[in-house]
């Protein structure tokens, strides 16, 4: 935990308008196998199941190409396929869909799975747990009379991964999105949803991003009124509510992260969030 911090407060930094944290490796000097076969055999055993099954294969491409369209990801290009020994790592991934959210699927890139005994998760630090106690997020959303909630959209995609380390997070899709196309390398430039190093990267930054950069309302908010991605806090005035609103909606803006999805229990409040978040 404590090599994990360090790593965060020397390299990580704000560079147009996102923070950017390099993945926290265990060791200084990380050598993986080439583990490209694996990658390709699931990538097949995912075309075969996308051939059979219409809806899957129309909701994944949907979420490839949101990926690729807001730069969460990028084709590898041509003169740089080819890497170091050791530099390089693949990432299978799977479709998976919320019980609550049926038509929409999230794809999961599996840095648990193992290639000759290694994962990519095996060699990243986990970080230390920062997600707030449920129970006193709870708590605390109670505690007054005018309530909001809110959610940090996509967080874990809101902090970059530098060019040097992306090499690490290749995985393997097809040309146009076409099954009977060639398989093309492409990339993430973010940190991803599967990584055992995410949640604390994301919510480490969350935290380090606005400390000390605001008024003190807003730092406790911050601070303890998060569960992960979701904001859940409440106060005594609905004038106050609509300003603090205003003031989150900033503060996370100018450090890349996007606050909407806002919900509230005052009808003024509601009414002064813009109808789009």
């Not at 075969?48 to 994944?60: F, I, Q, T």
């Not at 080819?82 to 991934?93: A, E, M, T």
């Not at 005018?146 to 809101?158: N, R």
């Not at 940190?191 to 606005?210: C, D, L, Q, Y």
Request: proline share 4%; with cysteine.
């Amino acid at each position: 935990d404590r090599k994990f911090i360090e790593i965060v407060n020397s390299e990580a930094e704000h560079k147009d308008g996102h923070f950017v944290m390099p993945l926290p490796f265990r060791e200084d000097d990380v050598a993986m196998p080439f583990n490209r076969v694996l990658a390709a055999k699931r990538a097949e055993s995912q075309k075969r199941k996308m051939l059979s099954n219409e809806s899957y294969h129309k909701d994944y491409v949907a979420f490839v190409e949101d990926l690729l369209s807001k730069g969460y990801a990028k084709v590898v290009p041509q003169n740089e396929i080819k890497c170091r020994k050791g530099k390089v790592w693949y990432l299978p991934h799977h479709g998976v869909y919320h019980a609550q959210k049926p038509g929409r699927v999230r794809v999961v890139f599996d840095c648990s799975s193992r290639y000759m005994g290694i994962s990519l998760n095996d060699c990243l630090l986990q970080g230390p747990d920062l997600t707030n106690n449920l129970w006193g997020v709870l708590t605390r959303f109670r505690f007054s009379e005018i309530a909001f909630v809110a959610d940090l959209e996509a967080m874990f995609y809101q902090v970059k991964v530098p060019v040097a380390d992306r090499c690490y997070l290749r995985f393997l899709w097809w040309s146009d999105h076409l099954l009977g196309g060639s398989v093309c390398e492409y990339q993430m430039t973010v940190h991803i949803f599967g990584a055992s190093s995410s949640p604390s990267v994301a919510n480490f930054i969350k935290k380090i991003a606005t400390s000390g950069q605001c008024n003190q309302m807003i730092e406790q908010i911050i601070k303890h009124g998060f569960y992960v991605d979701d904001c859940l806090y409440s106060v005594s005035e609905a004038t106050a509510c609509q300003q603090l609103i205003v003031e989150l909606r900033r503060t996370f803006k100018n450090h890349g992260f996007h606050l909407t999805k806002f919900n509230s229990n005052d009808r003024s409040v509601l009414s002064s969030v813009p109808i789009e978040e």
